[in-house]
């Protein structure tokens, strides 16, 4: 099992910068692929960013030279560094991790951009 808390979410300006934080418990040696997803009011969730265990990233078309995907294996912990954040970045942020298989998720934390 492997238990997720994500942290960092707020309110923010266009234009601002917000640094999320998942942090893993449990079978943290198996995780593999780390994922930050969104989903705003009314739409699907989508995939934000990736992470693989030897350090490759991949994102989003729309948060492109804006988010940065890291991860911390020591604290086990993944971060998405948001920069030049937009309207339509808002939306509730999810950390998920890949055990073989098996994916889990943590609850969330809520990005809010508006002036």
């Known amino acids: 099992q492997v238990q997720l808390v994500e942290s960092g979410g707020g309110l923010v300006q266009p234009g601002g910068s917000l640094r999320l934080s998942c942090a893993a418990s449990g079978i943290t040696f198996s995780i593999d692929v780390m994922r930050w997803y969104r989903q705003a009011p009314g739409k699907q969730r989508e995939l934000v960013a990736v992470?693989?265990?030897?350090?490759?990233?991949a994102y989003a078309d729309a948060v492109k030279g804006r988010f940065t995907i890291s991860r911390d294996n020591i604290k086990n912990t993944v971060y998405l560094q948001m920069n030049n954040l937009k309207p339509d970045d808002t939306g509730h942020y999810y950390c998920?991790?890949?055990?073989?298989?098996?994916?889990?998720w943590g609850q969330g934390t809520q990005v809010s951009v508006s002036s």
């Open positions: 992470i693989t265990g030897g350090g490759s990233t």
């Open positions: 998920n991790a890949q055990v073989a298989i098996t994916n889990y």
